[in-house]
């Protein structure tokens, strides 16, 4: 490979939770490993690897002008947007005016929905369901009716379109929030199931949120289609979110984009950043956008989904066959596992939390389903060097399930 994916490289002191800890939030952020015991960074959506050269040239390369002052979006911006989903998604068609900014995906989900319901009005989503939702449509004060995915007779995660169609009449819903791919079972939407789900919305009128932050990343030959391009009504009524931080690791750079074909909704969530000025563009952001979508950008995202996808298949062979009463199903998008400890606690009678405590005490630093709806679940971050996933495998195995 042309990229390192195999170095360790140190992050404490170097502003990164995933292993410093959140200390504003300190029940989600995993307890400190026991003495003799490193800590290996599983738990937060926060890559190991050092990201594509390309962004930090273009960093450093705007930094060295001493002059940091207002500024708008440049077409080369706005072209990067453009070339990357054309090229990595066949999506043709998105014009500069169809692009919009956002300091965060979550806060653009937010936005849009504050601008298409009321505090008490319900919203449709999916469980498991990611934590992030659950935090800021609970605090904005409107109700969350969940539609349980469904395992099928492949194991395979799916859409219960007949109970989305029920809640969504029962509480007179119009708008639905959606994981594509979905975050955390790792399922990589096929068309037709995007199909049938978008007949249900247009059925009773719901405008969808679509979360396409993972989009870049897919595994083993599985291929992402983009909510948007499945139909012209999708096109008009789904709201589509993107950020390079995912594939790239910008977490702490903030940024994001919004891509809204339909003018009135594009109106409507721009006023919303707009009018309170909360959402404006950093420029060292919008060169690291510029650097992480060149050609090299590309390229080093084909490796690193190549480097996920072997950790992944590592991840599920170990539970699959050393970690009896532990159901995992192999993510098809994403860099998470979404382990299902039900039996195996039932087994040995054990609570998730002295589960997930005796992972954390050996440095296994994973993290609780209960934030995603999933009391039993464990959700594990497999984005690291693969000697680290072997050391943490071999640690669980152990000290943790077969102690």
């Not at 939770?17 to 490193?38: H, L, N």
């Not at 960093?59 to 979006?73: C, D, N, Q, S, V």
């Not at 601008?115 to 319900?122: C, E, I, V, Y």
């Not at 007179?172 to 994981?179: E, Y």
């Amino acid at each position: 490979m042309k990229y390192n994916f195999t170095d360790i490289i140190e992050r404490q002191g170097k502003d990164s939770i995933a292993v410093d800890g959140f200390k504003g939030f300190p029940a989600f952020s995993p307890k400190k490993p026991k003495e003799g015991f490193s800590l290996i960074p599983m738990w937060v959506a926060d890559m190991n690897f050092a990201t594509v050269p390309t962004i930090a040239e273009a960093i450093t390369e705007r930094a060295k002008h001493p002059l940091f002052g207002y500024f708008e979006a440049t077409d080369e911006y706005f072209d990067s947007i453009i070339n990357w989903h054309e090229k990595r998604n066949g999506v043709k068609g998105i014009k500069k005016e169809h692009i919009g900014y956002e300091n965060s995906v979550l806060g653009g989900v937010m936005s849009t929905i504050n601008s298409l319901a009321a505090p008490g009005d319900a919203l449709l989503l999916h469980t498991p369901v990611y934590s992030g939702f659950t935090n800021i449509i609970g605090m904005n004060g409107y109700k969350m009716v969940f539609s349980p995915l469904k395992k099928d007779e492949n194991n395979v995660w799916r859409m219960d379109f007949e109970d989305m169609d029920r809640k969504i009449k029962e509480n007179n819903i119009h708008v639905a929030v959606f994981c594509n791919p979905h975050n955390p079972c790792g399922r990589v939407w096929e068309k037709w199931e995007l199909e049938k789900a978008l007949e249900v919305y247009k059925a009773n009128d719901v405008t969808v949120i679509s979360d396409e932050i993972w989009s870049d990343i897919i595994l083993d030959g599985h291929k992402h289609t983009p909510m948007q391009s499945v139909n012209e009504w999708a096109k008009e009524n789904v709201v589509a979110f993107y950020a390079p931080s995912k594939t790239f690791n910008l977490g702490g750079l903030i940024g994001a984009y919004n891509i809204i074909y339909n003018k009135r909704l594009r109106d409507q969530i721009k006023a919303k950043g707009a009018k309170t000025h909360y959402n404006e563009m950093n420029v060292l952001w919008m060169h690291a956008l510029i650097g992480a979508y060149k050609p090299e950008g590309h390229e080093w995202t084909d490796e690193l989904c190549q480097v996920l996808t072997e950790n992944i298949n590592y991840g599920y062979n170990y539970i699959k066959e050393h970690f009896e009463g532990v159901e995992v199903i192999k993510p098809e998008g994403t860099y998470m596992l979404w382990l299902d400890c039900t039996e195996w606690l039932e087994k040995h009678n054990m609570t998730q939390e002295e589960l997930l405590n005796k992972g954390w005490d050996v440095g296994v630093t994973w993290q609780s389903g209960v934030w995603f709806e999933g009391p039993s679940c464990i959700r594990m971050n497999l984005a690291l060097p693969m000697s680290k996933i072997v050391e943490a495998f071999e640690r669980m195995d152990k000290y943790v399930f077969n102690a």
